[in-house]
């Protein structure tokens, strides 16, 4: 019964920025690795960045200097910062959570249900 909620997605001009939030609940012992995907229209969806539970990260190298992942262990949360947004940004964004619910229990992967990023021209 876990459940990932994201939130932040909207409509920005290019250049600006916005802030996506990702909330976990549910039965949870630990949580793993996080991630943001995204998939845009006629697109595979793609790993945009990841971090560790010690905070190691990872990003796409169309992001890299632009977006910043960050989380908070105590309250179930991730966050992708994104800076100098441009067209080729739009997507909906999804969280990803490596999870597991037990002690001793395996470890699946959780996704959110998306949040729409729209950068205007």
């Known amino acids: 019964q876990v459940q990932l909620v994201e939130s932040g997605g909207g409509l920005v001009q290019a250049g600006g920025s916005l802030t996506l939030s990702c909330a976990a609940s549910?039965?949870?012992?630990?949580?793993?690795?996080m991630g943001w995907y995204r998939q845009a229209p006629g697109k595979q969806r793609e790993l945009v960045s990841l971090i560790t539970r010690d905070a190691k990260t990872n990003y796409a190298d169309s992001v890299k200097g632009r977006f910043t992942i960050s989380r908070d262990n105590a309250k179930m949360l991730v966050y992708l910062q994104m800076n100098s947004l441009k067209p080729e940004d739009t997507a909906v964004y999804y969280c990803?959570?490596?999870?597991?619910?037990?002690?001793?229990?395996?470890?699946?992967?959780?996704w959110g249900q998306g949040t729409q990023v729209t950068v205007s021209s």
């Open positions: 549910g039965s949870i012992f630990r949580i793993n690795d």
């Open positions: 990803n959570a490596q999870i597991q619910q037990r002690i001793g229990s395996y470890i699946r992967g959780y």
